[in-house]
């Protein structure tokens, strides 16, 4: 017995030892953890989820059309049905599984990318830290998006891009290719940094021009062979290749659009602006408050995706003009940086309205360089413990707030999600006939009642007075109404439509709730009707 213990223990130790020595392996078991945590806290999916989820099932039931039909970029579906059939989870657990593993990932990248910058074993430490409690990164854990998969993928990528650059060699050049074409596949965006990020290559002088293309051909190497790959498929197969080639021309429709703004859309703006907001003396603010907007956005998404404490940070670094980076990886995140910049631009000016995860990208190269400032930092604060200066009570307050600030993604009051949501539309899967029609105004409650094909539509609208008053009562059976305390409408219209008393009701701490009625159904016998009507 003692020596089954003893070994136990020497396995037990070895394990630690190997966690211990590289700090990765922990920064991803921290990574895993967060993300159940996450789910844990909020279980109920997302709507781009859903559509991701019943692509999945169309393609699982060898439903291609389906599928195409739900989503045209048909990567990430695929990638669930696949975890789903390898594993017997359900699909959603399955994406849930995939978040996890590219929330990993994506640690495990940025760790080893500072540490290729340049960085020291005090450097490593911090980024761990600085990418395991990412609050814009830990918010999306629970959400089921093909944008875990593509900054997986487009940071690795950028990992052996950079080693590329420091060691040009075939192993280097053709795992940059694969990873940002398998970026690419997660979103049409990569085609960019695909075709792009290889051009920095013109200000290395000391290559030769004929190295610089060959170090041109050599990253390019996959592309060249996918692209005939491609032409051939579009020549034999041309129906389907046009029929399935989703997004492919996104990113010109995206630049069509963006040309169009430039041209016309922005005159229309300024003359809106002159005729809504100024007047004949100040008209001539019109061109610069339309060009202020999108500016605002930009600035707006950076400071609230990075974090204002990490906005400060990067500013005293570029104030200080001091380089952390290893010879070319600077060069490489500058151009990223720009890239990425034009990019964001190119998705605002047509809609002014940007998403956070869309500039994440962006966010991501910026905060590889928040570890060597700390590091700096933290080297300037051992220095002053033996001076007397009042450095040291400002590096105590910087790790009070990076403490905070670290903490933001992962803190949220139990109760205040969307599972009320999900425990609502299981209820009605559960209690109510698969025939019955079914009104609701949340796609999430058309999905957990069983119904994973349906697009949907853009169901998440509250439902205002005007609104009530124009439901086709005598079409539906079933009314799931789902209401933001915020925008609740006057109870006397909801008594007028539907009647005093919901059949059931399902609410979080915040007060939301979704109120489920059935048409001529009276407060008194409510539940009974429905349970004689689910027993036939």
Not at 291 to 305: S, Y
Not at 444 to 452: A, P
């Amino acid at each position: 017995m003692k020596f089954i213990r003893s070994e136990r223990n020497s396995v037990v130790n070895s394990i630690i030892n190997f966690c211990a020595s590289d700090v990765r392996i922990v920064a991803m078991l921290l990574s895993f953890t967060f993300s159940y945590w996450m789910f844990y806290i909020d279980p109920a999916i997302n709507l781009d989820g859903i559509l991701y989820v019943g692509a999945a099932d169309h393609l699982l039931r060898g439903d291609i059309q389906g599928a195409y039909s739900l989503y045209s970029w048909l990567f990430y579906p695929w990638l669930i049905a696949s975890v789903s059939k390898l594993t017997g989870l359900g699909l959603e657990s399955s994406a849930h599984l995939l978040t996890a593993f590219f929330s990993a990932l994506l640690t495990y990248t940025f760790i080893t990318l500072v540490r290729d910058l340049g960085g020291g074993r005090t450097t490593i430490l911090i980024a761990a830290f600085v990418i395991v409690f990412q609050s814009e990164l830990n918010e999306t854990r629970s959400s089921v998006l093909r944008d875990h998969g593509f900054w997986a993928f487009y940071l690795l990528s950028i990992l052996y891009f950079v080693r590329f650059c420091i060691h040009p060699c075939w192993r280097y050049a053709l795992a940059w290719n694969l990873m940002i074409i398998i970026a690419t596949l997660f979103r049409i965006e990569g085609v960019v940094f695909l075709i792009l990020v290889p051009f920095v290559f013109l200000v290395y002088r000391d290559w030769p021009f004929l190295t610089k293309i060959k170090r041109f051909v050599q990253v390019h190497s996959l592309n060249i062979v996918s692209l005939i790959f491609l032409f051939v498929i579009a020549i034999y197969k041309k129906e389907q290749f046009y029929i399935y080639s989703g997004r492919l021309l996104e990113p010109l429709s995206r630049l069509s659009m963006f040309w169009e703004e430039l041209t016309v859309g922005i005159n229309e703006k300024i003359e809106i602006v002159q005729i809504m907001l100024l007047n004949s003396l100040s008209d001539e603010y019109a061109f610069t408050i339309v060009l202020a907007i999108p500016l605002i956005i930009f600035f707006d998404k950076i400071v609230k995706t990075m974090t204002p404490l990490y906005v400060v940070i990067f500013g005293y670094s570029i104030f200080k003009k001091k380089n952390y980076f290893v010879k070319k990886g600077l060069s490489v995140l500058i151009w990223l940086i720009i890239l990425n910049i034009i990019m964001i631009f190119v998705f605002i000016l047509p809609q002014f309205f940007l998403q956070s995860r869309f500039v994440y990208p962006l966010v991501l190269i910026l905060l590889l360089m928040i570890p060597f400032i700390l590091t700096d930092l933290y080297d300037k604060w051992k220095v002053s413990k033996t001076t007397t200066s009042r450095y040291g009570w400002l590096f105590y307050i910087l790790c009070i707030l990076l403490v905070i600030n670290s903490l933001e993604g992962l803190v949220s009051l139990p109760g205040c999600s969307d599972s009320y949501v999900k425990d609502a539309g299981i209820w009605l899967q559960n209690n109510i006939p698969p025939d019955a029609r079914l009104y609701t105004n949340n796609a999430k409650i058309i999905y957990y009642r069983g119904n994973l094909r349906e697009r949907p539509s853009g169901f998440r609208q509250n439902i205002t007075e005007k609104q009530l008053e124009t439901i086709p009562v005598n079409q539906y059976d079933y009314f799931a109404l789902w209401l933001k305390h915020k925008n609740y409408p006057d109870p006397q219209k909801i008594l007028s439509v539907f009647g005093p008393i919901p059949i059931q009701e399902f609410r979080n701490r915040k007060n939301d709730v979704v109120l489920i009625y059935k048409r001529g159904v009276n407060a008194n016998n409510s539940m009974e009707s429905v349970e004689k009507e689910c027993a036939q």
